[in-house]
């Protein structure tokens, strides 16, 4: 463990004594202002918090020097009590931080967010720190930087079970670099951790094999002796820091109220006057009056340099999943030694989203999880943010659905994230309902910052993996199961074949008409082509348009359509928030007036054969063709 210095002396000892006292006292005075605030957790983690900074090896003069030493406090509502640690040690003016508090257009915000320096990630949705630590220590491993990775824990917090899923990520891939501090108050909202859910927190890591260490959380130099100690385990250590809420104050000690209320102004003065320190809210009340804020501009945490090399063209039948899996292992290649490592994340599905090639040959980038889908998605997460180009390959309902919060905070934290997911819409067909996914474009719509891509058949597969892993961001591609014939167009030459070169946001054009268009989106590309040129035989003739970026249409290609009179949507995903509701809002914003119909998915299917299923539904071919035929 690279600390600064071996052992603290007397005098640095005794001085972080007496920055707790002035910390504890910039946690009142912050919350009190902003009369909001999580002050009690603050008061009993502050100590942790200070002496753990005193010791890492961080520079707050450049806080994000790729070999530092990293702390990820999961329970983000301290933040009071992570501002006041870094703004005493220099990383910030403490002034700024006590008088912006929870202020609109602060970076100071309520939960910790890192704008702020010094801070890792934004967290605070509980249950996701241990996770993304995991992802930091993999990135380091992958990079070979020796660094150490601490996780500030709440003990209410403990009954998340993604923390159980991420305790025994850390054990199976020996991350003995990671420490969790534990803030054990024994207080949460409602009162007594063990009345508002009863658990055995240490028993439960040491049963995921890990090592646990006890000590009082008020005193310097048990927790500094529990550090060094931690550093010579060759398992994950988690220490458990016994802890009073509200510590410092003798009418908020031991009381659950003080986890989420603040103090009145008088109550303040009170408090100050035992900390024997200068009320200086008025002083604060004109700073934060004067406040004018910064504009922020979150750019790209590194530059990606990846070499997609070049396209594999697929002449025969085959499914999307098995390109994906061809494109990402022929990439990795491509790649050898490359200053930006490769990680694929798996959840014990490694042959059905077609990796086993991968694993093969790139042993040491691929990552089995197991069935732990939450702690899967914030490990890939944050990894890609700390310099890994991450794949997290899942089925659709896990991979998008059940794992949705975990992807918003990933998007919140900037992350540069690839989420593969296969066995999306009615092309599951047998897993019945339960594993139909059906909603994740109308689910990933509400992500600011990620782009979902959703591609036609093989060849675009492979064209849009190559293009995500040359760029940098959160990028989901969903795609079916089955394998699928290969598009072409009206000469029968392959579309998406040599000359063809993926644009992010342009339609493709797959057949001409003028009594109507019809957009598609995915695996039901084929079968739009087949609808189209069945109603070409009797002279209906319709366009056809490959959408493959749903959430930013291709305007010229909306323009063309509406001068038809009459658009078509055609999906297998829920009808009232997918590709047909993306099309309807953009031809309202672009003042384009013709008729809309969308096909969709109205209710949750059924178990059976694909092609069964999509007849029941109304969306085989053939009902497409009727349904058409009515409308024009």
Not at 331 to 359: E, M, Q, R, Y
Not at 468 to 495: A, C, H, Q, T, W
Request: glycine share 8%; charged share 25%.
């Amino acid at each position: 463990m690279n600390f600064n210095r071996k052992n603290l002396s007397s005098e640095e000892i005794n001085n972080i004594k007496n920055v707790a006292i002035q910390a504890r006292a910039n946690i009142l005075m912050m919350t009190s202002l902003s009369n909001s605030g999580h002050p009690g957790g603050s008061m009993s983690s502050i100590d942790l918090l200070l002496t753990l900074y005193k010791l890492i090896n961080i520079d707050p003069k450049n806080p994000k020097e790729e070999t530092r030493d990293m702390v990820v406090v999961s329970n983000g509502h301290i933040s009071p009590a992570v501002y006041s640690t870094l703004g005493e040690y220099g990383f910030f003016n403490i002034d700024e931080a006590i008088s912006q508090f929870r202020l609109t257009g602060s970076i100071y915000e309520g939960h910790i967010e890192p704008d702020v320096p010094g801070v890792e990630l934004a967290t605070g949705n509980l249950g996701q720190g241990l996770s993304a630590a995991c992802g930091f220590a993999l990135s380091a491993r992958l990079k070979n930087i020796e660094k150490n990775i601490f996780v500030i824990m709440g003990d209410g917090e403990q009954q998340k079970g993604q923390i159980s899923e991420a305790r025994r990520f850390a054990v199976k891939f020996g991350f003995k670099n990671i420490t969790v501090f534990i803030d054990y108050n024994q207080l949460q909202i409602n009162g007594n951790i063990n009345e508002v859910m009863p658990q055995n927190i240490k028993e439960n890591f040491i049963s995921d094999g890990w090592e646990v260490l006890s000590i009082d959380g008020h005193n310097i130099e048990e927790i500094q002796k529990a550090i060094f100690k931690a550093n010579s385990i060759d398992v994950p250590v988690m220490i458990l820091a016994n802890t009073t809420m509200g510590k410092g104050i003798s009418f908020m000690e031991n009381k659950e109220k003080y986890h989420g209320s603040t103090l009145s102004e008088e109550q303040l003065e009170v408090a100050l006057n035992e900390l024997n320190v200068d009320n200086r809210l008025e002083e604060y009340k004109q700073l934060r009056k004067n406040f004018k804020p910064k504009p922020l501009s979150h750019k790209p945490e590194y530059e990606v340099d990846i070499k997609a090399g070049s396209p594999i063209i697929y002449e025969k039948k085959t499914d999307n999943r098995s390109a994906w899996g061809n494109a990402i292992t022929d990439i990795a290649k491509n790649n050898v030694g490359s200053k930006i490592p490769l990680a694929i994340f798996d959840c014990d599905l490694k042959g059905s989203v077609k990796l086993n090639d991968f694993h093969s040959e790139f042993p040491k980038n691929f990552f089995q999880s197991g069935i732990m889908e939450h702690n899967t998605a914030t490990v890939a997460g944050t990894a890609s943010r700390d310099g890994v180009q991450s794949y997290y390959a899942d089925f659709g309902v896990f991979g998008a659905d059940e794992t949705y919060n975990q992807h918003r905070l990933n998007d919140i934290n900037n992350t540069n994230l690839k989420i593969i997911t296969t066995h999306v819409g009615l092309d599951v067909g047998e897993d019945g309902k339960t594993h139909q996914c059906i909603d994740y474009l109308g689910l990933m719509r509400n992500l600011y910052h990620f782009k979902t891509i959703v591609p036609s058949g093989p060849n675009q597969t492979d064209r849009v993996i190559r293009y995500i892993s040359e760029k940098y961001g959160n990028f989901f591609v969903p795609m079916g199961r089955s394998k699928l014939n290969i598009l072409k167009d009206s000469d029968g030459k392959i579309f998406f074949g040599d000359s063809y070169s993926f644009e992010y946001g342009k339609a493709d054009l797959l057949r001409e008409g003028d009594k109507a268009a019809l957009f598609v989106m995915g695996t039901l590309c084929g079968r739009a082509v087949e609808v189209a040129d069945k109603l070409s035989e009797e002279g209906i003739k319709i366009q056809v348009w490959n959408v493959s970026c749903p959430e930013d249409l291709d305007e010229e290609a909306l323009k063309k359509a509406s001068k038809t009179g009459m658009i078509f949507s055609y999906e297998d995903h829920n009808v009232h928030t997918g590709l047909g509701s993306c099309i309807a809002n953009k031809l309202m914003e672009m003042q384009l007036f013709c008729k809309l119909y969308k096909f969709g998915v109205e209710n949750y299917a059924m178990s059976g054969n694909s092609d069964d299923v999509f007849k029941k539904c109304n969306l085989d071919t053939d009902s497409i063709i009727n349904r058409i035929k009515e409308r024009i």
